[in-house]
C-alpha cells in the first residue's frame, strides 16, 4: 500500500474494461484511490468496478464513451463534475491500431484512429490540469509504444501516432514538473491482453518469442514507479529497454535533459 494518503484521491483510466487499463484500474484500487473507469463496453466496467469496490472498499464509477467520437472527454468531464468527482491521476490507455494499408482505408477510420489516440488524449490532458494545478498534485500516464522507438512502419499510423505522444508527454512533464504535476510516456512493448485479438493479430502475435512478452500488471507496476518517482518515459521490461536503446542514437534521459535545457517555461 502507498504511504501517501489516497482517501480523497481519483484516477480516470480510459480504456479500462480490459488489459493494461483493466490492470491499471486494479492497481490503482489496491493502492486505495477511487476510480472513474471509462470504455465502450459498460458492462465490463461495472463488472469490474463492483470487484474493486467490494475488494478494496474504494469508490468505482464508470461512464462508457467511444473516445473516437469527439464529444467524448467533455462528456466525460460533466459527468466527473456533476457526480463531485475530482481527477487526480489520468491514465490515458484507450487505443487500437489499424490494419489496412493507408490508402485502403477509409478516411473515417483513419480519423477515428487520431482521434481516439491524439486528439481525446492530448484534450484529457488539457482539462485535467487546471484542477491539478490548483492542488499542486497530479499524475498523468500516457500510453505510447516501443513503436514510438523505431523507425516508421509502412502505411500504418501507429508508429507516428505512439511517437507524437512519447515527445507529447515528456514536454509536458517538462513545463508542469515545477507546479507538482509528473507526466510519463508509458511504452510498453508486446503485452499480454485482448488487443491482438481485437485487432486480428493473435495469430502473427503468437508466432513470436515468449521472452518479448509481458504481463499487463508487470508493464502497470513499472509504469506506476516512474510516474510516481517523475520519470518521463517508462520503458517496462529488460529486453523492450534494450530494444529501444538500440532503435535510438541517444539514450531516453540524455534525450529529455538536453531539451528540457531549452524549455521556456523552466523556473531559474
Given at each position: ?23 491499471f ?59 463531485g ?10 487505443g ?6 493507408f ?104 508466432k ?49 535533459q ?11
Amino acid at each position: 500500500m502507498n504511504t501517501m494518503n489516497t482517501t480523497h484521491r481519483t484516477a480516470l483510466v480510459t480504456g479500462a474494461s480490459a488489459g493494461i487499463g483493466a490492470a491499471f484500474a486494479r492497481h490503482l484500487a489496491s493502492e486505495g484511490y477511487a476510480l472513474l473507469l471509462v470504455a465502450r463496453r459498460v458492462d465490463r466496467l461495472k463488472g469490474l468496478a463492483e470487484e474493486l469496490s467490494a475488494k478494496h472498499g474504494v469508490r468505482c464509477d464508470v461512464f462508457a464513451a467511444d473516445l473516437n467520437d469527439p464529444a467524448a472527454p467533455a462528456e466525460i468531464m460533466a459527468f466527473a463534475q456533476q457526480q463531485g468527482i475530482v481527477i487526480d491521476v489520468l491514465v490515458n490507455n484507450a487505443g487500437l491500431s489499424g490494419k489496412a494499408a493507408f490508402a485502403d482505408t477509409p478516411w473515417p477510420k483513419l480519423a477515428a484512429e487520431i482521434q481516439l489516440m491524439i486528439t481525446a488524449l492530448t484534450e484529457l490532458c488539457h482539462r485535467v490540469l487546471p484542477g491539478m494545478r490548483e492542488r499542486g498534485w497530479g499524475r498523468i500516464i500516457n500510453l505510447s509504444s516501443l513503436a514510438a522507438f523505431s523507425p516508421p512502419g509502412a502505411s500504418l499510423l501507429y508508429t507516428g501516432i505512439k511517437s507524437y505522444v512519447l515527445g507529447m508527454s515528456q514536454s509536458l512533464d517538462m513545463e508542469l514538473k515545477p507546479q507538482g504535476i509528473h507526466v510519463t510516456a508509458l511504452c510498453p512493448g508486446f503485452t499480454r491482453s485482448e488487443f491482438h485479438d481485437t485487432m486480428g493479430t493473435r495469430d502473427a502475435a503468437d508466432k513470436l518469442p515468449g521472452m518479448l512478452w509481458q504481463e499487463a500488471d508487470d508493464v502497470v507496476r513499472e509504469g506506476w514507479k516512474a510516474v510516481m518517482k517523475g520519470k518521463p518515459v517508462c520503458v517496462p521490461g529488460t529486453v523492450n529497454k534494450i530494444l529501444a536503446g538500440s532503435m535510438r542514437p541517444l539514450p531516453v534521459s540524455l534525450q529529455y535533459q538536453l531539451g528540457n535545457r531549452l524549455n521556456p517555461f523552466k523556473e531559474g
